[in-house]
């Protein structure tokens, strides 16, 4: 009799043992979540934590299969996502705004906030006609046709009184229009601050002397800009692989900025072409000027102040004469976010 209990014991430990394995092994066992992300531009040093977190096996860590695309700029992350070609990208919280208005069912949420003071900007000759955006009347300007500053810019000249009519537009490639600006072919260009003042760096010009760079933020649209965005069907259906792709960028983000040299050099193991020195100093550029302010320095990565961005939504709704107003929680989403503690931006290293 003794030993048929101590069997039974036995057989019971076991099987609950079984359970409990089970119960540890089966997100693993039903595989990995996949997820396509795609950035906003082709790859520069400003998107070395993701391919960080990639090679690094954080992603993994999460039971996630992430595949990471170039993009086509960062308004067109967002109807990337709404085509349902990727479930989750890096891009402009304002067309998000935009496309909620409209399209609430299909629009991204952004879930982390990384460029918490946008980096849009009009960028002309120093010794060019551009002297004040007044000038923007009657002159020529390029931008590519997915640039988010592109989309922006009937919102600009509304809140500076200018004529957007008079304003001849010319969409053209990403990789010419600092040329096209260089060589007197255009007056000014849109940019995103983040890419082409590096861009001018390579070519042997100096962006803060050579040019006059009008930001947005300065004329007064106080508006966020570029985070990590999902879509809504991955949000809903996969919360916990939502939770876990941020747990690896934040991660990521953190690491990277204190080890520059050894993210570009990873990053330059995925883009073979990319100048390292240029792609460092890029790097640099934007988390010292557009990531890591003092708002950040309060709230933390990946968070944004409520009263700022109920702001910011209004001011575009206003702007663009759209239909509706979406809720804050329609465009952003923290809950997704790692405890603050996690998320306080270090110093990047030089």
């Not at 009184?161 to 040329?179: R, W």
């Not at 953190?254 to 050099?265: H, L, R, S, W, Y």
């Amino acid at each position: 009799m003794t030993e048929r209990r101590a069997l039974r014991g036995l057989l019971t430990l076991v099987l609950a043992l079984g359970v409990a394995a089970g119960t540890l092994t089966f997100a693993q066992a039903a595989g990995p979540t996949k997820i396509k992300f795609t950035l906003d531009w082709k790859i520069q040093g400003l998107h070395a934590w993701y391919y960080w977190a990639k090679a690094k096996g954080y992603f993994k860590d999460e039971n996630l299969d992430v595949t990471i695309d170039q993009g086509e700029g960062s308004a067109a992350t967002v109807t990337r996502i709404m085509s349902g070609a990727y479930d989750a990208g890096f891009g402009d919280i304002n067309a998000i705004i935009q496309n909620a208005a409209t399209k609430p069912d299909d629009a991204p949420v952004m879930v982390y906030m990384i460029y918490n003071k946008t980096p849009f900007a009009l960028l002309s000759k120093a010794d060019g006609p551009i002297k004040t955006l007044k000038n923007l009347e009657g002159s020529k300007l390029a931008s590519p046709s997915g640039s988010a500053s592109l989309k922006l810019l009937p919102l600009l000249a509304k809140q500076n009184g200018i004529d957007y009519s008079k304003i001849s537009i010319l969409q053209v490639s990403p990789a010419l229009q600092e040329q096209m600006l260089l060589q007197g072919q255009v007056d000014s260009i849109a940019v995103f601050a983040a890419t082409s003042y590096l861009n001018l760096v390579s070519l042997k010009v100096d962006p803060d002397k050579d040019f006059r760079w009008n930001f947005y933020s300065d004329a007064g649209l106080d508006l966020y800009s570029n985070g990590v965005m999902v879509s809504q069907k991955l949000l809903k259906g996969h919360p916990e692989a939502v939770k876990g792709l941020l747990r690896a960028i934040n991660r990521s983000i953190k690491e990277t900025v204190q080890a520059p040299d050894a993210a570009i050099d990873l990053l330059a193991t995925e883009e073979p072409l990319i100048k390292k020195d240029i792609e460092k100093r890029r790097l640099t550029y934007v988390y010292n000027n557009f990531i890591n302010t003092p708002e950040v320095g309060d709230l933390g990565l990946g968070e944004l102040d409520q009263k700022r961005l109920g702001s910011a939504i209004s001011t575009i709704v206003t702007s663009f004469e759209l239909p509706r107003t979406p809720k804050p929680d329609d465009v952003f989403n923290n809950t997704f976010l790692p405890a603050k503690p996690d998320r306080m931006p270090p110093t990047i290293a030089p």
